[in-house]
């Protein structure tokens, strides 16, 4: 049972500086793909914008299941008193085996990753393998922070990873350089100062007792956490990798300016974001000590507030989107109306809508309901892209906002039967990192 004190706490500990280091990363991200557009033009920018939707698939795509389980099953060895070093070395063995598989497929896929998708320029790939490296060790280094309850430290990976990107993209714009292989470069690199940080310092891995660590501590649910984790990353970033391969030789800039409107569309999403970070984690509370009410009410803030933020937002696309498109990236970036800003806006709120009630079954110990809906939403991604509009940009929007409606729906349907059921009336400490962990904390 949770003492009454924790049950008075409003939020868990942790979440404000949580809230504090996603806001600087958002900003950072803002800023290095400003200065990084700014400088390069638009058809020497798509590359690097493919780039960075497939490194925010395939990093966190892959490592944030690694860092989910080990922050769980680190809390578990520290609530019991017993040390967890074993379970630290083998999280990073499976780790460097999961980065060995990620480069050896990136290895085997190269002629169609480098020319298909950057543009011919080799520079770009080596960047995607060591940038995913990067991500590899930022989540063994994020898991144990999380579970030893150091969310100053998890703070800081943030803050670190994203000075890391916009310093030196001061400093190209600056210097005016225009060789997209430099931009990718401080991609590749951003997360290992990130993970340098925040991980400085002594690791305090518990009493030297420790019990025998069997790989299934890890590896239980892996298969359904990489599955979703992977489809997820896909779907947030899929419209920037489908313009690049449906655009026609003629169309070669259009990945890049795809993401200046995309980015802008999120914009929002930032700031919801760090509601959320704040407010996931006491949903958990909730659920688990049985304040059925409490969830209900406070769930159903979260949905409202989002829909306030989708009317909201999709006005201010529709008025003003392509004009802080060209505010922020310059006016060669002008080119999506405000219909496909808006359009743009709509797709991304109903993606954090299913987020967001995805994060609730989580909170009610459902995880096995979270992962299919987002394979039900790539597949029709993929079919509405494919057969719907001529016009390029039009295309992947309606592939968009179709994938993301159709999870918001399916997550519903799973949602709201469990939540007149009964709640468990104890507080598993990993439920709170777990809500956290269910956070897209990464990517535009």
Known sequence: MIAESDRSSPLPPGTVPMGLGLAASGIASYAFLALSARALGPDAFAPLSVLWATLFVAGPGLFQPVEQELSRSVAARVAGGTGFALLLRRSVVLTAGLYGVAVAVAAVASPFIVEDLFGGQWSLWVALVLGIGGYAVSHVVRGYLAATQRFGRYAVWFVADGATKTLPGVVLAVLAVTTTGWYAAVLAIAAYVGAAAAGRGRWDTGPPVEPESAWGELTRSMGHLLVSSLAVAALLNAGTVAVALLATPAEADRAGIFLTGLVIARMPLFFYQAIQAALLPRLTAMATQGRIHDFRRDLARMMGLLGVLTVV????????????????????????????????????????????????????????RVWWPWIVGLVAFAATAVNSSDDLFLRVEAASVVSSGLVLVLMAAQTLPVLGRSFPDHLDRGDLIEALHEIPLEGP
């Not at 808006?342 to 096995?368: D, F, I, K, R, Y």
């Open 313 to 368: 937002t999709i006005i201010a696309a529709l008025v003003a989107g392509s004009w802080m498109v060209g505010l922020l990236f310059g006016s060669e970036y002008r080119v999506l109306t405000g219909a496909d800003m808006a359009l743009l806006a709509l797709a991304s709120m109903l993606a954090m809508g299913a987020l967001t009630l995805g994060q609730a079954l989580v909170a009610l110990h459902h995880q096995a």
